[in-house]
């Protein structure tokens, strides 16, 4: 089995081979495979029961209130914003050196952690706990039912500058992919818009992006009119390397 968590696709050895050679489908797959080595016998891994990771109820007691990491940068986050989240430095275990936020369920529960890496680490974010499930953050579900309009982000960091900006009508995906959970509380918040803002990575041969906000459009149309389905690829490429004034800017332009 694989799991490709950047794209939300995951699957077996059929499923893997038909996306590699891009065959129409799961069938295509087995039959492409019957024919080249017929000989090769695939066993399908038993299925595994998923249990939730659970987090001790006092963990975010353990990090330090310091927040220099998000106010000292270049478009700093303000200290008021990052103290409506449960947030700070974990300097143990294993998201040791990372500004770690808590994810909460509706029950209040911790079910992850998102870390971000304070040393120039290859894995910038750390995840802890089944993305699949998670509604972060719970914190602006109000402003959502306020305004009727959601914006989707792929990260903390794209979230935390829409906060800055003064919008808190945002939910992250934590990647390019909108999982079923979170596209259900979206429509049983019955938004007036929802606008997804990926990256741009219209500088890359893949403009993953921009790819990745077309898919989520033609999901979420399923669901609700598409005329109120908007795309707002960033300033500067990141609304995490963009300022309140740009970000105010660019959606003001839709």
Same mark, same amino acid.
């Given at each position: 089995? #694989?799991?490709?968590?950047?794209?939300?696709?995951?699957?077996? #050895?059929?499923?893997?081979?038909?996306?590699?050679?891009?065959?129409?489908?799961?069938?295509?797959?087995?039959?492409?495979?019957?024919?080249?080595? &017929?000989?090769?016998?695939?066993?399908?891994?038993?299925?595994?029961?998923?249990?939730?990771?659970?987090?001790?109820?006092?963990?975010?007691?353990?990090?330090?209130?310091?927040?220099?990491?998000?106010?000292? =940068?270049?478009?700093?986050?303000?200290?008021?914003?990052?103290?409506?989240?449960?947030?700070?430095?974990?300097?143990?275990?294993?998201?040791?050196?990372?500004?770690?936020?808590?994810? =909460?369920?509706?029950?209040?529960?911790?079910?992850?952690?998102?870390? =971000?890496?304070? %040393?120039?680490?290859?894995?910038?974010?750390? %995840?802890?706990?089944?993305?699949?499930?998670?509604?972060?953050?719970?914190?602006?579900? &109000?402003?959502?039912?306020?305004?009727?309009?959601?914006?989707?982000?792929?990260?903390?960091?794209?979230?935390?500058?829409?906060?800055?900006?003064?919008?808190?009508?945002?939910?992250?995906?934590?990647?390019?992919?909108?999982?079923? =959970?979170?596209?259900?509380?979206?429509?049983?918040?019955?938004?007036?818009?929802?606008i997804i803002c990926t990256n741009d990575d219209s500088d890359s041969k893949k403009n993953e992006g921009q790819v990745?906000?077309?898919?989520?459009?033609?999901?979420?149309?399923?669901?609700?009119?598409?005329?109120?389905?908007?795309?707002?690829?960033?300033?500067?490429?990141?609304?995490?390397?963009?300022?309140?004034?740009?970000?105010?800017?660019?959606?003001?332009?839709?």
């Amino acid at each position: 089995a #694989f799991q490709d968590y950047s794209a939300g696709i995951h699957g077996d #050895f059929y499923k893997l081979l038909e996306i590699s050679l891009n065959l129409s489908d799961y069938q295509s797959a087995r039959k492409w495979l019957d024919e080249k080595a &017929p000989d090769i016998e695939i066993k399908q891994p038993t299925p595994k029961i998923k249990v939730d990771k659970k987090f001790d109820s006092d963990y975010g007691e353990n990090l330090l209130r310091h927040y220099s990491f998000y106010t000292n =940068r270049e478009n700093p986050i303000r200290k008021g914003v990052l103290e409506e989240f449960e947030c700070g430095i974990q300097m143990s275990g294993k998201m040791n050196n990372r500004f770690v936020f808590l994810i =909460r369920d509706e029950n209040f529960n911790i079910v992850g952690l998102a870390g =971000r890496d304070l %040393l120039s680490r290859d894995n910038k974010w750390k %995840l802890m706990g089944g993305k699949s499930h998670w509604e972060f953050p719970m914190q602006s579900i &109000p402003h959502i039912k306020k305004t009727r309009e959601v914006f989707l982000v792929e990260s903390v960091g794209d979230m935390l500058a829409l906060y800055n900006a003064g919008y808190r009508n945002v939910f992250v995906m934590f990647g390019l992919a909108l999982m079923p =959970r979170l596209l259900n509380k979206i429509a049983s918040l019955n938004p007036n818009r929802v606008i997804i803002c990926t990256n741009d990575d219209s500088d890359s041969k893949k403009n993953e992006g921009q790819v990745a906000a077309e898919k989520i459009k033609k999901k979420l149309s399923k669901l609700m009119d598409e005329d109120s389905i908007l795309i707002m690829l960033p300033p500067n490429g990141d609304l995490g390397d963009s300022n309140p004034e740009e970000i105010k800017n660019r959606i003001n332009e839709i």
